[in-house]
T-cell receptor, first 113, second 115 residues
Framework: RKEVEQDPGPFNVPEGATVAFNCTYS??????FFWYRQDCRKEPKLLMS???SGNEDGRFTAQLNRASQYISLLIRDSKLSDSATYLC??????????????FGPGTRLSVLP | DGGITQSPKYLFRKEGQNVTLSCEQN?????MYWYRQDPGQGLRLIYY???????QKGDIAEGYSVSREKKESFPLTVTSAQKNPTAFYLC??????????????FGQGTRLTVV
């Protein structure tokens, strides 16, 4: 089983729609969680960190469920500019060496006019 | 301006050649990472380093080598042993001090093509 898993999509949604992505992780010792956005042929950029209590940033809401080991990202009122690949990232302790930063395979979103 | 810089942006390699990709950061970050991304795929970890003069293999280290002689620099060498090196290579860094679980920052990537 991969350490971080996501539905690859693509999710094709109309402008204004609400869309949700889920991500599951296997390492119960994972400490922190992030959502990144990657545009085609560009580097990933941080969208938001995910906190235990859940957090919101404008149209974006992230939730963490430690018991079930999954993270979610909700995008409300989708814009054309939201079209991108969304990467779930999990930070965990690895082999007593330090921290490991593991990316999920990403979920592709296309927002259609 | 603080940041992480990769060079070159595009690199062409002949079969059988070794090439080195540069990654430099002035963010005073302890940890640095190299990832490989193939078209339509996610990021796969090649090597990572938590401190100077130490590094660990990631999931796909075969055919690659790294060094970490300075905190700011983490160059990646793609050797001739890497049979399919054409890919997008991304370097990242982050602060990973005791109790810190911070996000990573990426360079703009190097697109390597074998010709």
């Amino acid at each position: 089983r991969k350490e971080v898993e996501q539905d690859p999509g693509p999710f094709n949604v109309p402008e204004g729609a609400t869309v949700a992505f889920n991500c599951t992780y296997s390492n119960s010792a994972s400490q922190s969680f992030f959502w990144y956005r990657q545009d085609c042929r560009k580097e990933p950029k941080l969208l938001m960190s995910v906190y235990s209590s859940g957090n919101e940033d404008g149209r974006f809401t992230a939730q963490l469920n430690r018991a079930s080991q999954y993270i979610s990202l909700l995008i409300r009122d989708s814009k054309l500019s939201d079209s991108a690949t969304y990467l779930c990232v999990v930070n965990s302790i690895k082999d007593n060496y330090g921290q490991n930063f593991v990316f999920g395979p990403g979920t592709r979103l296309s927002v259609l006019p | 301006d603080g940041g992480i810089t990769q060079s070159p942006k595009y690199l062409f390699r002949k079969e059988g050649q070794n090439v080195t990709l540069s990654c430099e950061q002035n963010l005073n970050h302890d940890a640095m990472y190299w990832y490989r991304q193939d078209p339509g795929q996610g990021l796969r970890l090649i090597y990572y380093s938590q401190i100077v003069n130490d590094f660990q293999k990631g999931d796909i280290a075969e055919g690659y080598s790294v060094s970490r002689e300075k905190k700011e620099s983490f160059p990646l060498t793609v050797t001739s042993a890497q049979k399919n090196p054409t890919a997008f290579y991304l370097c990242a860094s982050r602060y990973s001090g005791q109790g810190a679980y911070t996000e990573a920052f990426f360079g703009q990537g190097t697109r390597l093509t074998v010709v």
